[in-house]
Nanobody, 119 residues
Framework: QVQLVESGGGLVPAGGSLRLSCAASGDIVSLNSVAWYRQAPGKQREMVSGITSGGYTNYLDSVKGRFTISRDNTKNAVYLRMNSLKPEDTAVYYC?????????????WGQGTQVTVSS
């Protein structure tokens, strides 16, 4: 069984920073591509940033230059460093990962972590 757990959310003032973590555990052979999504109240879930197994990254236009995604394959973890946070970044942030296990490959979602940016 595979688990994906996010952490690092919280309440910060505008202009502040947070670092989100997404850690995979369980019967893992390898962690493939991973992406961070967010969903604000009343809005659709959107992809914020993604990183492939080879380290290629992409970002939502509104977070470019402020957010940085990275990964540590030795820990099966992916991080999202968020700087210069704005109130519009307020949302629940979810991690989605394509994980290879002994039984095959599947997409997994974490439970989400709340990020609240006060103005």
């Amino acid at each position: 069984q595979v688990q994906l757990v996010e952490s690092g959310g919280g309440l910060v003032p505008a202009g502040g920073s947070l670092r989100l973590s997404c850690a995979a555990s369980g019967d893992i052979v390898s962690l493939n591509s991973v992406a961070w999504y967010r969903q604000a109240p009343g809005k659709q879930r959107e992809m914020v940033s993604g990183i492939t197994s080879g380290g290629y990254t992409n970002y939502l236009d509104s977070v470019k230059g402020r957010f940085t995604i990275s990964r540590d394959n030795t820990k099966n973890a992916v991080y999202l460093r968020m700087n210069s946070l704005k109130p519009e970044d307020t949302a629940v942030y979810y991690c989605r990962a394509t994980i290879y296990s002994r039984i095959g490959v599947n997409d997994h979602w974490g439970q989400g972590t709340q990020v609240t940016v006060s103005s």
